[in-house]
Nanobody, 115 residues
């Protein structure tokens, strides 16, 4: 089982930046993909960015060119650098991992972007 702990959320003005971190523990060596989802109030949880162990990335169209996902394999940590933030980026951001078909989620971190 993989445990995920996020950090780095907060309140920022539109146009600002935040960096989210997610530290994995437990069976972290078996992780083949990590990433971020987000859920805005009253909406479903949607993918933001994913990174496979092979280095492939996937981004939601709405964040391409603004967000960058990266991973420190040694520290079992995944990061999400968010630049040029917009009010519509306001959501709870959840860290995600897939380990041999088993999905794990973090507890979520709030990101609020004020206009």
């Amino acid at each position: 089982q993989v445990q995920l702990v996020e950090s780095g959320g907060g309140l920022v003005q539109a146009g600002g930046s935040l960096r989210l971190s997610c530290a994995a523990s437990g069976s972290a060596r078996s992780i083949n993909a990590m990433g971020w989802y987000r859920q805005a109030p009253g909406k479903q949880r949607d993918v933001v960015a994913l990174l496979t162990s092979g280095g492939r990335t996937l981004y939601a169209d709405s964040v391409k060119g603004r967000f960058t996902i990266s991973r420190d394999v040694v520290q079992n940590t995944v990061f999400l650098q968010m630049n040029s933030l917009k009010p519509e980026d306001t959501a709870v951001y959840y860290c995600y991992s897939d380990s041999r078909g088993t999905t794990s989620w973090g507890q979520g971190t709030h990101v609020t972007v004020s206009s």
